[in-house]
T-cell receptor
Framework: DTEVTQTPKHLVMGMTNKKSLKCEQH?????MYWYKQKAKKPPELMFV?????LSINESVPSRFSPECPNSSLLNLHLHALQPEDSALYLC?????WGGGQPQHFGDGTRLSIL | QKEVEQNSGPLSVPEGAIASLNCTYS??????FFWYRQYSGKSPELIMF????GDKEDGRFTAQLNKASQYVSLLIRDSQPSDSATYLC????????????FGTGTRLKVLA
């Protein structure tokens, strides 16, 4: 079992739906990340939160909206997604941003856009 | 030149052999190096991390780092069919924004 918990594990949504992905960690980590991974490709960084503040946005389209309500939770709000957004969405955490410690990944949410 | 390079494979080794996975990186200032194992359809799982030149051993896994030559490797001793997966190398540099840069991964197949 991973120490980073992601829900839901699978999500199918239409292009007009609004949904949210959730991520939770209780390791006391102060850096949290969202990655997108397509098949046979490495994870692609989307957002970095450090001490609950958005530190990096990798020019992600506004249809993806991240939120970090507290040090343990990270959400990714989805709206008006496109079929090419279908992918595995990974949440990760590390002790601090910039510290060089390992990132720990959750099991991911497999997202399919109809 | 890609920031982190890995041979995509597949690398096929017989059961019980040593599997050697290699990774080169371009940022000479890089300080932290990570190996992740990823089974098909699953998330990356941290296997090893190394910060200093030399070898670091953990069970059947050994990470080797040579900063002068800018490469990091992962050795898997007594390879098992359950080791068959994609191995991702990740590097965190000093330049830029401290992002973790992933290689494209090497697919390992351990033949029973």
């Amino acid at each position: 079992d991973t120490e980073v918990t992601q829900t839901p594990k699978h999500l199918v949504m239409g292009m007009t739906n609004k949904k949210s992905l959730k991520c939770e960690q209780h390791m006391g980590h102060r850096a949290m990340y969202w990655y997108k991974q397509k098949a046979k490709k490495p994870p692609e960084l989307m957002f970095v939160y450090s001490y609950e503040k958005l530190s990096i946005n990798e020019s992600v389209p506004s249809r993806f909206s991240p939120e970090c309500p507290n040090s343990s939770l990270l959400n990714l709000h989805l709206h008006a997604l496109q079929p090419e957004d279908s992918a595995l969405y990974l949440c990760a955490s590390s002790q601090v941003w910039g510290g060089g410690q390992p990132q720990h990944f959750g099991d991911g949410t497999r997202l399919s856009i109809l | 030149q890609k920031e982190v390079e890995q041979n995509s494979g597949p690398l096929s080794v017989p059961e019980g052999a040593i599997a050697s996975l290699n990774c080169t990186y371009s940022d000479r200032g890089s300080q932290s190096f990570f190996w992740y194992r990823q089974y098909s359809g699953k998330s990356p799982e941290l296997i090893m991390f190394i910060y200093s030149n030399g070898d670091k051993e953990d069970g059947r896994f050994t990470a080797q780092l040579n900063k002068a030559s800018q490469y990091v490797s992962l050795l898997i001793r007594d390879s098992q069919p359950s080791d068959s997966a994609t191995y991702l190398c990740a590097v965190r540099g000093l330049s830029g924004t401290y992002k973790y840069i992933f290689g494209t991964g090497t697919r390992l197949k351990v033949l029973a």
